[in-house]
């Protein structure tokens, strides 16, 4: 089993930045890669960004530019830094991790509120 916690959640104005980090713990071992999702109020789940164990990464579209994923090994902890937030980036975000390629284990999630 995998255990995932997020924190770095919070409020910030349009324009403003936040860093999300994903605490990894247990069998990490089995872990394929790390990916960020989020879910707006009244809107369905979606895409985020993901990191894979050789470091490659891929983005949704509406974050591409804004948003970086990354990965501290040593710390077992991956990060979403997100810069020139928008009023549209506010959702709960969630941090997810697969086994053999699905996405098996999520977080609790974190609130990110962005006010225009």
């Known amino acids: 089993q995998v255990q995932l916690v997020e924190s770095g959640g919070g409020w910030v104005q349009a324009g403003g930045s936040l860093r999300l980090s994903c605490a990894a713990s247990?069998?990490?071992?089995?872990?394929?890669?790390v990916g960020w999702f989020r879910r707006a109020p009244g809107k369905a789940r979606e895409f985020v960004a993901r990191?894979?164990?050789?470091?490659?990464?891929n983005y949704a579209d509406s974050v591409k530019g804004r948003f970086t994923v990354s990965m501290d090994n040593a710390k077992n902890t991956a990060y979403l830094q997100m810069n020139s937030l928008k009023p549209e980036d506010t959702a709960v975000y969630y941090c997810a991790a697969t086994k053999l390629w699905v996405w098996s284990y999520w977080g609790q999630g974190t609130q990110v509120t962005v006010s225009s």
């Open positions: 990191i894979f164990s050789d470091n490659s990464t």
């Open positions: 247990g069998s990490i071992s089995s872990i394929n890669s």
